[in-house]
Every structure is written in structure tokens, then in C-alpha cells.
């Protein structure tokens, strides 16, 4: 029990709300456009061939790790679940979204380079630190633990 305390643990301010809700509505529709192809998204099949043209395979099934790890982690951060396991998903997705896509382009996303991941890494590993915050299903269940 201590250990799903520490999981959820979170502090009580309203700040990570306001981190939250935007990285997660970010996150959910990128995973939505490699999932499923909607915003414009490739869906499954589109991005994994995608992503076995870049080295990362087997692209469909890099595709779905990516895009669920995105989706749901998008949706588990909007409402504040297991903020602190998912910011580490996301962050780690992040990192690897970086380095095998973006770094070689320089910094600025004019050129497809890596601002915009680093800023959702930035914001991923601020809610690792933080937890979801007062307004989460985290402080929620904390609650009543």
C-alpha cells in the first residue's frame, strides 16, 4: 500500500492542472494521429512504415507503443492517473522521439528539430517531480488511502 501512496503522491497545488491539461491534450492528439489517423495523423499502419523507413521496428508495433504511450498517456494526464508513472513514459517517448528523429535538425522545430519534444520532455519530467496536483484522480485516491 505505501508503494501505490508514493506512486500517487502529490503536492496541493493547482499549478500542475495548469501543466497538465495542455501537455495532455498535446500528447493525446499525436497519439490519436499515429493510432488512428485522425488530425491529419498517418494512423497505424502509415506511421509504422514511417517508422521502419527511420530504423525504429518493427514500425507497427513501434508506432502503437508510441502512439498508446502518447494517447493514453495524454488522456491519464488530463484527468490526473497515475501522473507520475505516465510523465516517465511520456518523458522517456520523449527522449527517444529526440534522438532518433530530431536532434540532427538543430534546435528549431522550423527545421523538424527537437524544441518542441524538449518542451514536452521539460513539461513530461516537471510532472514526474510534481504529481498531478490538487485537481487530480491522484490526489483523489490519495485521499482515500
Do not use: C
Request: charged share 10%.
Amino acid at each position: 500500500m505505501s508503494t501505490i501512496r508514493n506512486i500517487i503522491a502529490t503536492n496541493n497545488s493547482l499549478s500542475a492542472l495548469a501543466l497538465r491539461l495542455p501537455l495532455g491534450i498535446i500528447f493525446a492528439a499525436h497519439g490519436a494521429q499515429k493510432l488512428f489517423g485522425w488530425f491529419g495523423g498517418y494512423g497505424l499502419q502509415g506511421t509504422g512504415q514511417w517508422m521502419d523507413s527511420i530504423g525504429l521496428g518493427p514500425g507497427v508495433v513501434m508506432a502503437a507503443l508510441a502512439g498508446s504511450a502518447e494517447f493514453f498517456g495524454g488522456l491519464f494526464l488530463i484527468l490526473g492517473l497515475l501522473t507520475r508513472p505516465t510523465a516517465l513514459v511520456l518523458a522517456v517517448t520523449m527522449v527517444v522521439a529526440i534522438f532518433s528523429v530530431h536532434i540532427n535538425n538543430g534546435l528549431f522545430m522550423s527545421n523538424n528539430g527537437y524544441e518542441f519534444g524538449l518542451a514536452l520532455l521539460a513539461g513530461a519530467i516537471s510532472l514526474l517531480i510534481s504529481g498531478g496536483g490538487r485537481v487530480s484522480a491522484d490526489s483523489v485516491i490519495a485521499r482515500k488511502l
